[in-house]
């Protein structure tokens, strides 16, 4: 069983910036590629960026390319996503998932919920305007 927790959520006006975080309680973190979610309120969750288990691969949802950054410190057994230049549609509750293996080769692999074993219970970004 692998618990992620989320944390870095916060309030910030359009333009900011917020780094998101997403901890494993497992050493062996690095075996898994790791995804982040987010879902507005009335809205589906959908994709916004994923790493593959290696670092090799990294994949944007086209609304975020340019703006977020996804990374991994395989010491810390965390995944980040740095978010910068927000807006207020980028407001949602943001969540990590796990993937054993993970090593996606699209980035519709990558969206793909069903592709992923845990989840995070998430952490709220609100950009305000």
């Known amino acids: 069983q692998v618990r992620l927790v989320e944390s870095g959520g916060g309030l910030v006006q359009a333009g900011g910036s917020l780094t998101l975080s997403c901890a494993a309680s497992?050493?062996?973190?690095?075996?898994?590629?790791v995804g982040w979610f987010r879902q507005a309120p009335g809205k589906d969750r959908e994709f916004v960026s994923g790493?593959?288990?290696?670092?090799?691969?990294?994949y944007y949802a086209s609304s975020v390319r340019g703006r977020f950054t996804i990374s991994r410190d395989m010491s810390k057994n965390t995944v980040y996503l740095r978010m910068s230049s927000l807006k207020p549609e980028d407001t949602g509750r943001y969540s990590c998932a796990a993937d054993l293996y993970g090593s996606w080769s699209t980035v519709e692999r990558a969206s793909r919920e069903s592709e992923y074993d845990y989840w995070g219970q998430g952490t709220q970004v609100t950009v305000s305007s």
């Open positions: 790493i593959t288990w290696t670092g090799a691969g990294v």
């Open positions: 497992i050493r062996a973190f690095g075996t898994y590629g």
